[in-house]
């Protein structure tokens, strides 16, 4: 069975297909992409972005993300997570909100920065 893939690495965005018999896979123009499909097929991560609530004189959200890919199928859990979260102003761009944020390792951080 042939399973198809757009490389999601580089802006190049190859069309990629695999053979999930033979595991051969054609279309990527880099390493990248092979590792990219290779992890989709097995353990699928993406990078989670949203916000949070804050105590701010100027603003009501945060925005926030994790600071590397978390397991696809933990996005839904870790949604939840996040909107039980506020926090209160001042905070700094690439501030750590929570640690070990569904993974252990992995953080939950700041993507702005928010003075009052
Ligand atoms: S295969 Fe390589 S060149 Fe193509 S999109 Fe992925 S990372 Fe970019």
Same mark, same amino acid.
């Given at each position: 069975?042939?399973?198809?893939?757009?490389?999601?690495?580089?802006?190049?965005?190859?069309?990629?297909?695999? *053979?999930?018999?033979?595991?051969?896979?054609?279309?990527?123009?880099?390493? &990248?992409?092979?590792?990219?499909?290779?992890?989709?097929?097995?353990?699928? &991560?993406?990078?989670?972005?949203?916000?949070? &609530?804050?105590?701010?004189?100027?603003?009501?959200?945060?925005?926030?993300?994790? *600071? &590397?890919?978390?397991?696809?199928? *933990?996005?839904?859990?870790?949604?939840?997570?996040?909107?039980?979260?506020?926090?209160?102003?001042?905070?700094?761009?690439?501030?750590?909100?929570?640690? *070990?944020?569904?993974?252990?390792?992995?953080?939950?951080?700041?993507?702005?920065?928010?003075?009052?």
């Amino acid at each position: 069975m042939e399973k198809q893939f757009i490389c999601i690495i580089c802006p190049r965005s190859c069309p990629i297909t695999v *053979d999930t018999e033979t595991m051969v896979i054609k279309g990527n123009k880099c390493m &990248r992409g092979r590792q990219y499909v290779n992890s989709e097929l097995t353990e699928p &991560r993406r990078t989670l972005t949203s916000t949070i &609530r804050i105590e701010s004189e100027k603003v009501m959200l945060l925005p926030v993300k994790t *600071d &590397r890919p978390i397991k696809k199928e *933990d996005l839904f859990a870790a949604m939840k997570k996040i909107s039980k979260i506020s926090v209160k102003a001042p905070i700094k761009i690439g501030e750590i909100i929570v640690s *070990d944020f569904i993974e252990d390792g992995t953080n939950l951080i700041s993507t702005k920065t928010i003075l009052k």
